[in-house]
Each structure stands twice: as structure tokens, then as C-alpha cells.
């Protein structure tokens, strides 16, 4: 039997998932964010490539400005903390190797569709006959068994399909927009990374491996939905779908003398002292405001009072004065103002790297804190084929020699 490669890293990893082994054959977004959360946790990822075409290996590696020009800034991103080796499986000396690592692999995750995958040897049933107790995970696009259940999926598709789109023409009464995030792919790669270590928990439980399908459709329709259903809950519904507040188009940031501010007074005693600040205190005297229920029924009638406040103040006179009575704001940040916020500054989120083949880069420290078993940063994005020789000589398997 062949033996996992014995991996070096540039730091030790410290994370919960330390000894997992992952073979990581996901490309694009949603598949790596999904393995970056693992690798991260200590899990050792081996990320699978097809180097050959016009674009060789994950397509973000060429997404963007890069100065190794193989690692684009969302490459960068969600792919630290992983090994790469460069396969084409078509090729029998390509397929051993892959072979050969998903026998001692923990967790096999990909995001080609299924009849692809079984057409080159790797569907579930084919990787069960090489490690029955392999925890594999498929990025699907859709459930299997529904109506678009072979078709591809991209985020805005997903964004399109979900209602999740409708809900800024439904806000603003313009054309449907897409977010200005892969919203989609993100939430979904929670989902198969939360997937794979429930797998990962029933295994040691002594249920043993299994396959797991991760539909990208099913998990953002939920995501999106959990508000959203609203008034289509409980049947019979009254048609009333998008939760009020988030599609009231009120639902902004508010206007201060200098800038804008985020201000969300949530209970009575806030809502309160807010207007009394502002000059406002008998606002609750408005039975349209005066309980829970009656301001979600006249949220834009409400939102429409708090701009009109809000533009009385300069940003940080409203931060000092909402901080003294225990009213919830946060300051409005564009996107060059979050590299200079204070909080994260204190907390080390961005961290400055040097990495020999990219120079000095920006990453984000793992967010969440475990206490007795941290996430880290222990090695930079790779470039391809990486750590190929080193994988191929801890297995025993020769790279093949190219033919002129």
C-alpha cells in the first residue's frame, strides 16, 4: 500500500484538523474556500492541478494582477496552507499518483461534475473500491435528481435561480442586480467545508466513510431563504416574500454631516434614547412606531426619521455620543478604509508576508480563535506543480520524463 507523503511545511500547523489528510482536486472559488477553511484548521491539503491548456491549473491562478503571474489575489486567498502537484489524470502515470494518495486520503473533495469524474475513474463508488473509509465530497452544482441536476453552475447563475437577485429589484423597483460578492459560492463552500468535518466526526464515531453531495442550488436557496420566506412560511401564505427590513430600500447606511454611519438601535430603551438625542422624543408616541410589530409593519417610515436625525451629527460626534448610552453604530468604512481599521489592526487580521515567489503580499488571519488548538498561517499559496517531486518521491512514483 502506498503511504501518504510525508509533508514539510514552513511552519508547524497547531489547528484542530492537524493528521487529516485531504486530497484537493476543487478549482475556482467555492471547492477552495471550502479546503482553505480545512487547511487552515492543520489539515494537510494536496491541491490537484491540470497544468496543460491555455490557462494551466486553477483558473484564479491568471485572474488579476499577479507578480509570480501565477498567483491571482483570490488564488492567493483561498489557497495558503496547501501543497500542489500538477496531474492529468487522463494519463495512467497521472492517475497511479492520484491513486495511490487517495488510499490513505481522509477526505476526497472535488468540484467536477459526477459523470466527468466517473468517466476518468474517480467517481464514489470507483475511490470507495481504493479507500472504504474515504470521506468524499462533491461540489455539485445542483442536487442529484432534480431537473437541472447535470447542468454547471457559476455564482450568478446561483444568485439568478435562488431569488436572490430579485431581492434588489424588489428593494429598489429597478432591474435585478447581482451582489457584488461570489455570495454564493462563499456561503456554499461553508456548507461543504461544515459538511466535510461532520462526515469526518461520524467516521470516528464508527459510521464509517461516505459520499457527500454538496449542491451549491440547495445551499444558497436555503441561505437566502431563511429570512426571505417570510410571508410564505405557513401555509396558506400571503404571498408577502422578502423580510421587511432587508428589502425596505431605507436599508442603508444613514447620512451624517461629513459621511455616512450604520446606527441600529434594537431594543426600546435604545430606539428611545435615539430619537431623544436627536431631538426627537416623542416618536413613540406614534403608534406606528410604538412596539416591535409596528415598527417592522412601517420600517421605511422609521428608516425615513433616522436619516433625518442621522444628518444633524458628524460621524464621530454620533460614535461618541451612541457609545455613551449603549447604542448600537459602527463607523461606515469604504474598502481602503477596512485595511486601516482599528479593531483589526489590534487583532492581527491582516498580516503582511514575504514569500520568495511572490514578494511581499497581504493575507487574512483565520477568524475564528480555538484557544487550546489555533488556526495559522503556515505556508505561502504555492506556485504549480510545487511540491510535485516531493509528493511523487515520498510515494515512490517517478515523474514521468518528457519526450521531445
Not at 477526505?107 to 474517480?122: D, K, W, Y
Not at 470507495?128 to 435528481?145: D, E, L
Not at 485595511?339 to 514578494?359: C, K, R
Amino acid at each position: 500500500m502506498a503511504k501518504w507523503p510525508k509533508l514539510t511545511w514552513d511552519k508547524e500547523p497547531t489547528g484542530p484538523l492537524k493528521g487529516i489528510k485531504v486530497v484537493d482536486m476543487a478549482t475556482v472559488v467555492l471547492g477552495p474556500y471550502a479546503t482553505v477553511q480545512l487547511a487552515d484548521l492543520g489539515a494537510e491539503v494536496i491541491k490537484i492541478e491540470n497544468s496543460e491548456g491555455n490557462t494551466p491549473g486553477d483558473l484564479m491562478r491568471h485572474g488579476g494582477d499577479s507578480p509570480s503571474k501565477q498567483h491571482g489575489p483570490i488564488f492567493t486567498a483561498l489557497n495558503r496552507n496547501k501543497k500542489a502537484i500538477n496531474l492529468n489524470i487522463k494519463k495512467p502515470e497521472d492517475k497511479a499518483v492520484l491513486e495511490a494518495l487517495l488510499e490513505e486520503a481522509d477526505v476526497f473533495i472535488h468540484n467536477v461534475r459526477m459523470a466527468g469524474v466517473e468517466r476518468l475513474g474517480f467517481g464514489y463508488e470507483a475511490v470507495k473500491a481504493i479507500n472504504p473509509n474515504i470521506v468524499y465530497v462533491h461540489c455539485a452544482g445542483f442536487g442529484a435528481g432534480g431537473a437541472y441536476g447535470e447542468r454547471q453552475a457559476y455564482d450568478d447563475l446561483i444568485q439568478a435561480a435562488s431569488g436572490f437577485a430579485a431581492l434588489s429589484e424588489q428593494r429598489d423597483g429597478g432591474r435585478p442586480t447581482y451582489s457584488p460578492s461570489l455570495v454564493a459560492d462563499k456561503v456554499s463552500g461553508l456548507f461543504a467545508a461544515n459538511a466535510t468535518m461532520a462526515a469526518l466526526l461520524a467516521r470516528a464515531g464508527g459510521q464509517g466513510g461516505q459520499f457527500v453531495q454538496v449542491p451549491m442550488f440547495e445551499c444558497f436557496t436555503w441561505f437566502n431563504m431563511v429570512e426571505n420566506l417570510w410571508g410564505e412560511t405557513f401555509i396558506p401564505g400571503n404571498g408577502r416574500m422578502g423580510y421587511t427590513r432587508s428589502v425596505n430600500p431605507r436599508r442603508r447606511p444613514y447620512p451624517t454631516k461629513d459621511s455616512f454611519i450604520a446606527i441600529v438601535p434594537y431594543n426600546d430603551r435604545q430606539w428611545a434614547k435615539f430619537f431623544e438625542l436627536g431631538g426627537r422624543p416623542n416618536v413613540f408616541d406614534d403608534p406606528r412606531f410604538a412596539t416591535y410589530q409596528d415598527r417592522i409593519k412601517h420600517t421605511g417610515e422609521l428608516y425615513a426619521l433616522i436619516e433625518e436625525v442621522s444628518a444633524l451629527r458628524t460621524t464621530a460626534e454620533w460614535l461618541e455620543l451612541l457609545a455613551e448610552h449603549d447604542i448600537p453604530a459602527m463607523k461606515y468604512n469604504r474598502m481602503a478604509d477596512v485595511l486601516t481599521d482599528p479593531h483589526l489592526a489590534d487583532v492581527g487580521f491582516f498580516e503582511e508576508l514575504e514569500s520568495p515567489d511572490i514578494g511581499t503580499y497581504r493575507s487574512m488571519k483565520h477568524p475564528v480563535h480555538y484557544a487550546g488548538t489555533p488556526a495559522s498561517n503556515y505556508a505561502h499559496p504555492p506556485m504549480l506543480d510545487a511540491d510535485g517531486d516531493e509528493i511523487r518521491a515520498a510515494l515512490g512514483i517517478s515523474k514521468p520524463t518528457t519526450r521531445a
